[in-house]
């Protein structure tokens, strides 16, 4: 395979000045469609009740953690401190420091990146990464022209300007304003971007389905073969992701409407079944160095080796709005000096089925490898037997900012257990597109 | 009041009159007088012949005597020092970063009425209600910043045939007083309008030559253009044509509902260039189906080898709305 020229690393990301950051287990709570179960839990409750199982699993009651990272996407201005409070809110010692982060759908990821290299620097032992999001909680603002007016009396000094001000507003500006997904410098929303990406690299309706056939299919076998009983604490009456559909079919799946796409010349391939739902949900991923875990007497699954993140420019088409992995893990498997053969898992998140398929495309085709990747051909072909065998975000559903922290506890326990079956070291490559064009990769390898 | 001779690009020397003052809201903002809605051509409607009128008022036979005025207006002094909160709200409105420097979509609501004025005077030979607004080239060739003091001037030239009626271009331009242009103006609009009804000699025959079977390119945005457009773009231009306020007042001019400003699309794509368009740029458009709000228009911008191309359509309908080019200088 070829690669960029970097700064030649010794194997598998080994740096001697620092140390392993370890992925000791993860918490979440099961992932709800919007409006259903989590109708009205807050960012807070979900983020503090998948925490709290996390302290309960791992016996953290009163433990002084490093830190706490974590995030939502649609976030309250009332909420600037979301995890801290979510730490005072549970029973981590109240001297656990925390602070909120936020890369949209890569918020969780972002998260794990970052406690895993205060860990590895030794700034910190332990910490806990994750992410909340909820749809059906969400934030409603107030129109500008509302807001303006009201700052503006807010800041006068007479009654007069006061008066003056509060009489620009008009009744159309009453209208609340509810968050939305469109990206603010295209208007277009995620699906539609992804609608056109899926058009240039002429992705079927067909290997869509299958997709999302397969995603359905593994999460259900993975619950059924209690992968998530420790990976998973039940959260309002429900003790499963309500998004899956076990009995699925690619008939089903076959005769839905496409919902995007469809003011484009060629024909519209996605559909609700092959593209994520509006989703509210929570995750948490416990890390620490090895020492911190054999001190405290808790399990290793994996460690976390290296990330890299990625920005694509978008804007006016150039490259998909959702792409920046594509250019992500060529970077970070040439610094770790691996290639795809080197990979016994593939956690590509499922924004959309045709997210997962644009992407394998993306590295399997020599032109795109060569002028927007800069390397000789195609960057390479993955394993499709090896891609979200666990199910992915199309079954589970999508918590914007909660998906990282389920991606990353599902990959070190799947590496774990590949390693403890076959008694040879395992590994998994991490990819999460974002909003923004952005995207966040990692690599996980068994302990 | 009388300056030096000015010319049209055919070399016909113009009357140059200079005025106190920028009519419309432009001059209004920047003198800090009272707020007022009205652009000049709606204080100038009453007794001028013509206006309104269309066809059926002109005698087919009197139309090969379409002249216009050979007559420039200059404004000196403007002052942009108190034009900050008018510009931000421009900006806001159009989706341009906020700042003090005046993009090329500014400078013309800045620079219009002036032209507007010279389109309503009793000599200027079309009526200014009912005319089409077919294209629009401008120029920046450096940045204008708030503080700057300007010259402005605007008149009309090249009256020629159009396969509907007649076309003329009002020309205007912003001149900066410190001299620093190096005998150029800083910006320089020539905007198209058409006279439906009116005829020239040598006019082209009406048949129009059919459409290529025209197909939508991937779009790179997507803008969804609510009800009030027209009044909020009204509101910030001065530019209140009944037919962009609302869809009662533009039903009497024969449209469905409300239509946006062609000015407020070409901005938006404008903007949507963004900042690799640099501080000196030549920015065309070229207008087709109005855009009828509320609506959606769905964009591509395309990097051309010297710049930028535009264009804007109904994804539903296939239908385009206008297209252009951005080229910095």
């Known amino acids: ?54 302290v309960a699993r791992f016996g953290l009651q009163g433990e002084r953690l490093g830190e706490v990272v974590g995030g939502a996407v649609l976030k309250h201005s009332r909420d600037f401190n979301l995890v801290r409070e979510s730490v005072l809110g549970s029973s981590l010692s109240p001297t656990t420091p925390a602070f909120d982060l936020q890369q949209a759908c890569a918020t ?29 909680d969400a934030p409603i603002a107030v129109s500008e022209g509302l807001r303006r007016a009201l700052l503006e009396a807010q800041h006068a000094k007479t009654w007069q300007a006061r008066a003056k001000a509060l009489a620009t507003i008009r009744p159309g500006d009453l209208k609340p304003m509810a968050p939305a997904t469109d990206e603010p410098r295209t208007g277009l929303s995620m699906g539609e971007h992804q609608a056109i990406t899926t058009a240039r690299w002429e992705i079927s ?27 998973v604490t039940p959260f309002r009456g ?84 959702l792409m920046a992995p594509a250019h992500a893990v060529p970077r970070l498997l040439a610094r770790n000096g691996l290639s795809f053969d080197d990979f016994d898992f593939f956690e590509i998140h499922e924004a959309f089925a045709s997210t997962v398929l644009t992407t394998l495309a993306a590295w399997e085709d020599a032109d795109y490898g060569k002028n927007e990747l800069g390397l000789a051909g195609a960057f390479g072909t993955v394993d499709r037997s090896k891609v979200n065998v666990n199910g992915s975000s199309l079954a589970a559903g999508h918590p914007f900012a909660a998906t990282g922290g389920r991606i990353v506890a599902t990959a070190a326990k799947l590496v774990a257990q590949r390693a403890a079956e076959t008694g040879e070291p395992a590994r998994a490559l991490i990819s999460v597109c974002a909003a923004g064009g952005l995207g966040a990769t990692a690599i996980v390898e068994s302990v | 009041m009388t300056a030096e001779p000015l010319r049209t690009g055919d070399g016909t020397a113009l009357h140059v009159e200079t005025q106190p003052s920028l009519p419309g809201l432009g001059g209004l903002y920047a003198r800090g007088a009272a707020a007022s809605g009205r ?92 005319m089409v607004h077919l294209a629009n080239a401008v120029e920046l060739r450096g940045p204008v910043r708030v503080g700057d003091v300007l010259e402005v001037r605007a008149w009309a030239e090249n009256l020629r045939p159009h396969r509907r009626g007649v076309q003329v271009d009002l020309v205007s331009e912003v001149w900066a007083e410190s001299g620093a242009d190096g005998g150029q103006p800083s910006w320089r609009g020539v905007s198209t309008y058409l006279a439906k009804g009116f005829e020239l000699p040598d006019a082209p025959t009406g048949d129009e030559s059919p459409r290529a079977d025209w197909h939508p390119p991937l779009p790179t945005g997507r803008w969804a253009l609510g009800p009030g457009t027209g009044r909020a773009y009204g509101a910030v231009s001065g530019d209140r044509n009944p037919i962009h306020l609302s869809a009662l007042s533009a039903k009497a001019f024969g449209f469905p509902r409300a239509i946006a400003h062609g000015m407020y699309t070409a901005a938006r794509a404008l903007a ?22 509320p609506g959606t228009v769905d964009v591509a911008i395309t990097p051309e080898t010297d710049g930028f191309a535009y264009v804007g359509w109904n994804g539903r309908r296939r239908l385009q709305h206008f297209c252009g080019t951005v080229t910095p200088l």
């Open chain 1, 1 to 54: 395979m070829a690669t960029r020229q970097q700064t030649p690393a010794p194997a598998a990301g080994a740096r001697p000045d620092v140390r392993d950051a370890v992925v000791v287990g993860g918490n979440r709570i099961p992932f709800s469609r919007a409006g259903k179960k989590y109708a009205d839990a807050s960012n807070q409750e979900m983020f503090t009740a998948a925490l709290e199982g996390l």
């Open chain 1, 108 to 136: 969780g990821l972002e998260a794990t990146i970052n406690v895993a290299n205060k860990i590895r620097l030794g700034q910190i032992d332990s910490g806990v990464a994750g992410g909340t999001d909820t749809v059906s």
């Open chain 1, 205 to 231: 309706r067909e290997a869509q389905d299958e997709i999302a056939l397969a995603s359905h299919q593994h999460l259900a076998a993975a619950w059924e073969s209690g992968f998530f009983d420790d990976l």
């Open chain 1, 238 to 321: 429900l003790t499963r992701d309500d998004n899956l559909r076990a009995d699925t079919s690619i008939e089903k799946l076959a005769s839905l409407k496409p919902v995007f796409g469809r003011s484009l010349e060629t024909p519209a391939t996605m559909t609700a079944g092959n593209s994520t739902p509006l989703t509210d949900g929570a995750s948490t991923v416990l890390l620490g160095s090895r020492e911190w875990a054999e001190s405290h007497d808790l399990p290793v699954l994996a460690r976390f080796v290296d990330a890299e993140t990625a920005a694509v420019d978008f804007v006016h088409g150039h490259e998909g709005l």
């Open chain 2, 39 to 130: 652009i000049a051509a709606g204080r100038a409607l009453p007794g001028l012949p013509g206006i309104g009128s269309g066809r059926s008022d002109h005698d087919p036979g009197a139309a090969t005597d379409l002249a216009l005025p050979e007559v420039a207006y200059r404004v000196p002094g403007v002052t942009t020092t108190g034009l900050a909160r008018h510009l931000h709200e421009y900006q806001r409105l159009l989706h341009e970063p906020v700042g003090d420097t005046l993009p090329a979509g500014y400078l013309h609501v800045l620079a219009f009425p002036l032209a507007t004025a010279v389109m309503v005077r009793g000599d200027f030979p079309l009526p200014l209600l009912g």
């Open chain 2, 272 to 293: 949507d260039v963004g900042h690799v368009r640099g501080d000196a740029y030549r920015w065309t458009v070229e207008f087709a189906k109005p855009v009828l709000l």
